[in-house]
Nanobody
Framework: QVDLVESGGGLVQAGGSLRLSCTSS????????VGWFRQAPGKDREFVAT????????YYRDSVKGRFTISRDGAKKTVYLQMDNLKPEDAAVYYC???????????????????WGQGTQVTVSS
């Protein structure tokens, strides 16, 4: 079990950048997979990106490839989501999620993650 704290959301103009952070308040993310999901108003929550913390294998939804980068710090306590060239359609509440039992076929599935943060708002003005 890990307690997740997100930060870094805010208001940015289209084309701008933000970096979100997901920090474990207790144990490290050693052995965990940490993902980012987002939910826009009136829409279902959707997968954005995920990172195998130990191997640093990453995986993205198609619409953010080349614009978003997921990474971690050396202490394995924080996972980042660097978001560049933001578009209005990227606006949403972003959630980080973590699990130490995610298998490859479920990397993008919300059900695979059993620890969730409270979310951080990202607003993109056009």
């Amino acid at each position: 079990q890990v307690d997740l704290v997100e930060s870094g959301g805010g208001l940015v103009q289209a084309g701008g950048s933000l970096r979100l952070s997901c920090t474990s308040s207790g144990r490290t993310f050693n052995g965990y997979t940490v993902g980012w999901f987002r939910q826009a108003p009136g829409k279902d929550r959707e997968f954005v990106a995920t990172l195998r913390v130990n191997s640093q294998y990453d995986y993205y939804r198609d619409s953010v490839k080349g614009r978003f980068t997921i990474s971690r710090d050396g202490a394995k306590k924080t996972v980042y989501l660097q978001m560049d060239n933001l578009k209005p359609e990227d606006a949403a509440v972003y959630y980080c999620a973590a699990s130490n039992t995610v298998i490859s076929s479920t990397l993008s599935s919300q059900r695979a993650y059993n620890n969730w943060g409270q979310g951080t708002q990202v607003t993109v003005s056009s």
